[in-house]
């Protein structure tokens, strides 16, 4: 089984979506697993016009320099690609997931090699992968109207043709801490460990 493993807190020791990606993958780890570790916080490119370019264009028309702007989006979804399963910390941030999150968004989404338009609409390309996102918030209640976070997640992995998607909230850490752990771990428990 390949796993990927994606972090997106700035925070290392301290995260709570660390902590929980990490008992995720203890957890759904049996046999022989390959672990691919993408920390998100140590830099995403940002979505640029020249990168835009390429994307939209021949990989035939493209002068060298143009390919080598698409290799980090390459890796991402050749990672993607390769991966059995997910397994994504993202903390709320602003109401929302960590700018690395939306650059690596924004990366992704690629017509004709991340989703194609076809006349029913976009259709993902990236199938067969379960996902599980460990998500902490300090006050904002999971799936409520003010988590925007947990919304684009599955709108873009749904987007791009990964619906098996489970998500591990340890919300509301400010009001209570452990309650919010428990929450999460009983879901790691009975969801992810029932696999
Ligand atoms: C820059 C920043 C912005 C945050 N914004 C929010 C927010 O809008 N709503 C919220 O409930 N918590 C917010 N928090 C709290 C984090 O979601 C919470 O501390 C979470 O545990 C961070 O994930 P981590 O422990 O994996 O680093 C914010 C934290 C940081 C550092």
């Not at 994606?6 to 902590?19: D, F, G, P, W």
């Not at 028309?61 to 991402?76: F, G, I, P, R, W």
């Not at 690609?81 to 968004?105: L, M």
């Amino acid at each position: 089984m390949n796993i990927l493993k994606i972090n997106s807190s700035v925070q290392q020791e301290a995260s709570v979506t660390r902590k929980l990606v990490e008992e995720i993958i203890t957890t759904i780890s049996k046999g022989e697993v390959t672990i691919v570790d993408r920390d998100l916080s140590k830099g995403v490119s940002l979505l640029n016009e020249q990168m835009l370019t390429a994307f939209f264009s021949n990989l035939e028309d493209l002068k060298e320099e143009q390919l080598m702007l698409l290799e980090e989006s390459n890796t991402y979804i050749q990672e993607i690609k390769e991966a059995d399963v997910i397994v994504f910390g993202v903390p709320i941030y602003n109401f929302s997931v960590p700018g690395s999150v939306k650059a690596y968004f924004d990366l992704l989404a690629r017509a004709g090699v991340t989703f194609k338009y076809t006349e029913q609409g976009p259709v993902g390309l990236m199938e067969n992968k379960k996902v599980y996102v460990a998500m902490a918030s300090g006050g904002v209640p999971f799936d409520s109207e003010v988590d925007f976070a947990s919304k684009l997640i599955r709108q873009f992995l749904t987007f791009l043709g990964i619906t098996d998607i489970t998500f591990v909230p340890a919300d509301q850490l400010m009001t209570n801490q452990e309650a919010a752990l428990g929450r999460a771990r009983k879901i790691i428990e009975e969801t992810v460990g029932s696999v």
